[in-house]
């Protein structure tokens, strides 16, 4: 039987009369043989690993750099008593882990900056173990300083600075005299800590100021 296809549409042949077969698909199988085997397809190919460094930044040669870096919970592997820092404490085998990450995000990511503005080291002696791994890798003369906060679990905002490019002349944290800093950081502040430092540095026979700030 033919039935027609309304008007614009290509006219559609349906097998014949009461009785009749159909002519089997090329490829199908008849009934009650195995179907043919599918040709297997092969799997995509895998996309080459980004180069190195994957962010692509830019300065004029000889223009001083000064970089923030949130180094998310470098701790040692005390549990100190007097800090709320168990859940963040690393086994041995962690911190090395950690250190060779921020320390080659340093060199190949962020391409050693001068100065360094760095939130959430735990104490100065694990931020100087990350300068002393950068400047064995790299070179350089990074010198860590931060200093004790309010803060309950006991992060800090530090300086990492080169003194081979840079020279501290002064570096102080704010403290709770200072105007507003202990509303807004200290312990009268509702998210206690990271009160705020400043470093002066000389660059070049020009002085820099710089704060240091961590905000919540």
Not at 50 to 65: D, K, Y
Not at 102 to 117: D, F, H, M, T
Request: net charge negative; aromatic share 6%; glycine share 6%.
């Amino acid at each position: 039987s033919v039935v027609a296809a309304s008007a614009g549409e290509a006219t559609s042949v349906v097998a014949a009369a009461a009785g009749a077969t159909a002519s089997p698909t090329p490829g199908a199988a008849a009934a009650g043989e195995a179907p043919p085997p599918v040709a297997a397809q092969p799997a995509p190919a895998a996309p080459p690993p980004p180069a190195a460094p994957v962010s692509a930044r830019w300065w004029r040669p000889g223009t001083l750099r000064v970089t923030t870096f949130n180094l998310e919970n470098l701790f040692d592997t005390e549990n100190d008593p007097r800090k709320d820092d168990e859940d963040s404490t690393p086994t041995p085998q962690q911190l090395e882990v950690k250190l060779a990450k921020l320390a080659a995000a340093l060199e190949l990511e962020l391409a050693l900056p001068e100065i360094v503005v760095v939130q959430e080291a735990e104490n100065q002696a694990v931020l100087a173990a990350l300068a002393a791994r950068v400047n064995a890798a790299a070179g350089t003369n990074y010198v860590a300083t931060s200093f004790e906060t309010s803060d309950r679990r006991g992060i800090e905002v530090g300086f990492l600075h080169d003194a081979d490019r840079v020279r501290a002349l002064e570096v102080a944290r704010f403290g709770d005299d200072a105007p507003g800093v202990a509303e807004a950081f200290g312990v009268r502040s509702p998210s206690r800590g990271r009160e705020p430092l400043q470093g002066v540095f000389q660059v070049v026979g020009r002085t820099l100021t710089v704060i240091g700030n961590h905000f919540k």
